[in-house]
Structure formats: structure tokens, C-alpha cells
């Protein structure tokens, strides 16, 4: 690991201490793993270390050395912070990764009419978020990205594709915001599959064909919208896929924000309507990201631990 991902991990530690979303970042458990158990501790009151152990989804020695690990990195993190922030330290920005932007192949417009530079630079949901161009660790992503480019090379996928894109061509040339809230609308119509029952997987990010083929969970349904709004021309620094967390539910989820000159908005697979990421107290954003990088929020003074792959 680089000095880089080194001292990001630290100061992720430092930030927060919750055990599930640590476990989720080391691959002791899944992220549907966590869902399960958070929706296990809503139910119980139990504390999730115990659900952890009563699931048998760890061992108390990988309890206790996730536990121990946590600690002992948090006793060493201020020093980090203390030496990064002199000049030479050697502490370097991550180089960016490009992936290949495979909706263009599929894209109805190159760019879509009246949408421009964004000017929007307020946090997500209200939260502080740093950004990043190392999208190597991401490897859910940048391998849905490589599997979608093999999709569109298979004669299968020809008539859902054109299928696909005659629905979208009502939308072209729509303002922004309405446009995202037709494409909201057309991505919900799909049916919500649980990754476990589609591919047997805990957490699988599907491809836009296999979506429109299957069906999907939520970050499947937030892949689509993503993919048919770069196809309707919608620049890539607008549109971000969100891993967060849903309070009201209390559950691990995932939506599209959109960023048009009104504002942000989240398109979410669970609810009809768009949502004014201006309101407080549904969503905690973790991280978001897009073929140019990747955002890591936290709250004041806190940050996320989150899943990379």
C-alpha cells in the first residue's frame, strides 16, 4: 500500500469507530452482511459485535483483532497527520486511473443542449467530502465498467440496447432536472432483485444489460441512471453514484446524485420522487464516485470507513 492509502486508512480510523462499516473495508463480511446485521440490531437492540457472533458472520478472534487493530492505529494517527503536513514528507497525491467511457458508445448526444460548466461545490447531503483520482481500489466499479463494454460487443444485447435507447430518446433536449426525474422514473419501472438471488453474490454491481436483463438492487438501479444520463449527454462532473447509509431505514444503500443548477438531487430507487439533497436527516453519504474520481464524506469533524471493493 502506498504512504498515501496508508495515511487515508489512518485518518479514517481516527474519524469514526463503527465496527461494521470497518469490517465491510477489511472483507471480513459484505456489505449485505451488514445490511442483515443492522437490520438484526433494529429488531434485537443487541450490540452488532454480538449479532456478528451470534451469525457466526465472524469469530471473537477476528472481533478481537479488528477491535485491537483500530485501537493501535488510532494511538499512531495523529503523528501521521503531524508529518504529512510538512513540506517533503513524501506523502504524494494518488495518480488518476482513467476508465474507459463505455455509455459513449451507446450515447444519443455527444452533449446534451443547456447544460454547462457546474458551478455547484456545496458537500453532499451536507457533508465535507475530500476528493480523489485513484480509482484502482474500486474494483466493483471499474469492473462493471469492463464487463459492460463486453456486453455491448455481444449480438444479445442489440435489441435491449435499441430498446433502451427509443425510451430515452423522449427525453432528449428536457432541462436537466426533469430530465433525470424521467429517467428516474423509467429505471424504477425494473424490478428490485437482490444481488443473492441474480448472481448468488452478497454484492454484485451489475452492468446496465445484465440490469435490464435481471433486474437489480439498489446500486444496480443508480448504475443505470448514471449510464442512461451520460447516453442523453449529461457531463460525467454531474453525475455521481452514492454508497451511503439511510437512516430512516437503517440500512447500507445507494443512489445517483444529480447535480443540475437547481441543485442536487438523488435519484433513489426506493422512492418515486427525486429528493433535494438540501434535506437534512435521510441520507449520511460515505462515498461517491464517477469515471473522473471518487469522494469520501464524513460529518463535522468525522469520517467514513468505506468499501472500495
Not at 451488514?34 to 477476528?62: E, W, Y
Not at 433486474?215 to 447516453?231: H, P, Q, S, V
Request: charged share 25%.
Amino acid at each position: 500500500m502506498s504512504n498515501s492509502g496508508i495515511f487515508r486508512e489512518f485518518k479514517a480510523i481516527l474519524g469514526r469507530n463503527r465496527l461494521g462499516e470497518l469490517l465491510v473495508m477489511k472483507g471480513v463480511i459484505s456489505s449485505g452482511d451488514l445490511r442483515f446485521a443492522l437490520k438484526q440490531q433494529k429488531d434485537t437492540r443487541l450490540p452488532l459485535g454480538k449479532i456478528f457472533l451470534k451469525h457466526a458472520m465472524i469469530s471473537r478472534r477476528q472481533l478481537a483483532m479488528i477491535l485491537f487493530r483500530q485501537w493501535a492505529l488510532r494511538a499512531v494517527t495523529a503523528s501521521m497527520f503531524f508529518f504529512a503536513s510538512i513540506p517533503g514528507s513524501g506523502i504524494k497525491k494518488a495518480r488518476a486511473d482513467s476508465i474507459k467511457d463505455v455509455p459513449a458508445q451507446i450515447a444519443l448526444q455527444i452533449s446534451a443542449p443547456g447544460i454547462g460548466k457546474l458551478n455547484i461545490h456545496q458537500g453532499l447531503f451536507g457533508s465535507a467530502e475530500k476528493q480523489s483520482a485513484n480509482l484502482k481500489p474500486f474494483t466493483k466499479w471499474t469492473g462493471m465498467f469492463a464487463r459492460f463494454e463486453r456486453d455491448l460487443k455481444r449480438d444479445s444485447s442489440d435489441k435491449l440496447i435499441a430498446e433502451w435507447r427509443e425510451n430515452l430518446k423522449d427525453f432528449e433536449g428536457l432541462p436537466l432536472k426533469e430530465m433525470a426525474r424521467k429517467v428516474n422514473d423509467l429505471a424504477n419501472s425494473r424490478p428490485y432483485i437482490s444481488d443473492n438471488r441474480n448472481w448468488g453474490q452478497s454484492d454484485y454491481w451489475a452492468t446496465p444489460v445484465e440490469f435490464l436483463q435481471k433486474g437489480g438492487d439498489c446500486e444496480d438501479f443508480a448504475i443505470a441512471k448514471y449510464t442512461a444520463l451520460r447516453a442523453l449527454g449529461v457531463p460525467e462532473e454531474r453525475l455521481r453514484v452514492v454508497i451511503l447509509h439511510d437512516n430512516v431505514k437503517n440500512i447500507p444503500h445507494a443512489i445517483l446524485a444529480v447535480y443540475t443548477d437547481d441543485g442536487i438531487y438523488a435519484l433513489d430507487n426506493q422512492i418515486k420522487t427525486l429528493v433535494d439533497a438540501n434535506s437534512e436527516g435521510r441520507y449520511r453519504p460515505i462515498f461517491s464516485i464517477n469515471r473522473e474520481g471518487w469522494w469520501l464524506h464524513s460529518d463535522p469533524g468525522a469520517t467514513v470507513v468505506a468499501s472500495a471493493q
